[in-house]
Each structure stands twice: as structure tokens, then as C-alpha cells.
């Protein structure tokens, strides 16, 4: 598991789990305790994956402080 910054300045914890041909990718928001998962390719960029999975958790907070 790794601590990244979002965006916006927040702390999100990511941790990518291989599957076979598949990578499942978890970031959590360390304040709220907020945390999505996204599917992608085992062999795309580590990168991309991480942006995917920050994306979704973006879009999941706007959602709940309906921003």
C-alpha cells in the first residue's frame, strides 16, 4: 500500500492487487475513510491505473458533499 495526494491536496492510500490478467486498484480517502475499487489490465502502466482509481474516488466525494 502506498500514500499518494489527490488533486486537491488530500492523503489517499492506493494498493493494486494482481488477478491473473487483471489488476484491482483501491484507493481510500485517509480523512473520510472513503474507498473505491476499479478493474484494468495487469500489464497497463502503474500510472494509469493509479489516475483511473483517483478519478473514481474524486468523483465518489463530489458525489457525497454533492459538489
Do not use: C, H
Amino acid at each position: 500500500m502506498e500514500r499518494t495526494r489527490a488533486g486537491d491536496g488530500r492523503e489517499v492510500l492506493i494498493e493494486i492487487t494482481v488477478l491473473g490478467t487483471y489488476a484491482k486498484v483501491t484507493a481510500i480517502d485517509s480523512a473520510s475513510g472513503t474507498e473505491v475499487s476499479v478493474m484494468g489490465p495487469a500489464n497497463a502502466p502503474r500510472a494509469t491505473l493509479q489516475a483511473t482509481a483517483l478519478k473514481k474516488l474524486d468523483f465518489v466525494m463530489r458525489k457525497k458533499t454533492g459538489a
